[in-house]
T-cell receptor, first 113, second 114 residues
Framework: DQQVKQNSPSLSVQEGRISILNCDYT??????FLWYKKYPAEGPTFLIS?????DKNEDGRFTVFLNKSAKHLSLHIVPSQPGDSAVYFC????????????FGTGTRLKVLA | KAGVTQTPRYLIKTRGQQVTLSCSPI?????VSWYQQTPGQGLQFLFE???????NKGNFPGRFSGRQFSNSRSEMNVSTLELGDSALYLC?????????????FGAGTRLSVL
């Protein structure tokens, strides 16, 4: 049972445009969400996080939106750059869970120059 | 500051063998978590150690075990290897045990079971 879902395995975007990566979760006990970026042959790198008490968090070109009622979060990258081409994982955590993070299956973003 | 170091980077084993993977966390980090990454499955949580104690465990068979030493270094062991154990094994460290302590990942150990 996949508690964190990234339904789009891949996404292609033109350089300079907005990239929107989506993530859905099923467990209402999740209260902390993160996005990680992964390049080939490297470990995932933390990008941005959001607590369930917020609905938006911004860091430079990256903004994460959280819609608790829809159990949905999204990552916006504006403007997209070729160096953003990577696999993006969303992750969720709950304070009462028996796990640290539950990760989605990832979305491969390709930014075209 | 050195990042999370995992050794070895690559391993080839045959079915039935056992394997030990090593992880050195970032200096000062006391929590170490292990994940398995396979194509189409994302990162699946194996276990987490904090101050030498296993705090959390994922849904993996008992063939997967781990431990943490007093210097926070951690090892993961897989016994009686199966073909399905072929994967990238990632280690992550964080300052503390709270989920809000960001996890920093190593580059992983790629295990191939033949």
């Amino acid at each position: 049972d996949q508690q964190v879902k990234q339904n789009s395995p891949s996404l292609s975007v033109q350089e300079g445009r907005i990239s929107i990566l989506n993530c859905d979760y099923t467990n209402s006990m999740f209260d902390y969400f993160l996005w990680y970026k992964k390049y080939p042959a490297e470990g995932p790198t933390f990008l941005i996080s959001i607590s369930s008490i917020k609905d938006k968090n911004e860091d430079g070109r990256f903004t994460v939106f959280l819609n608790k009622s829809a159990k949905h979060l999204s990552l916006h990258i504006v403007p997209s750059q070729p160096g953003d081409s990577a696999v993006y994982f969303c992750a969720a955590s709950g304070t009462s869970g028996t796990y640290k993070y539950i990760f989605g299956t990832g979305t491969r973003l390709k930014v075209l120059a | 500051k050195a990042g999370v170091t995992q050794t070895p980077r690559y391993l080839i084993k045959t079915r039935g063998q056992q394997v030990t993977l090593s992880c050195s966390p970032i200096s000062g980090h006391r929590s170490v978590s292990w994940y398995q990454q396979t194509p189409g499955q994302g990162l699946q949580f194996l276990f987490e150690y904090f101050s030498e104690t296993q705090r959390n465990k994922g849904n993996f068979p008992g063939r997967f075990s781990g431990r943490q030493f007093s210097n926070s270094r951690s090892e993961m062991n897989v016994s009686t290897l199966e073909l399905g154990d072929s994967a990238l094994y990632l280690c992550a460290s964080s300052l503390g045990a709270s989920a809000k302590n960001i996890q920093y990942f190593g580059a992983g150990t790629r295990l191939s079971v033949l």
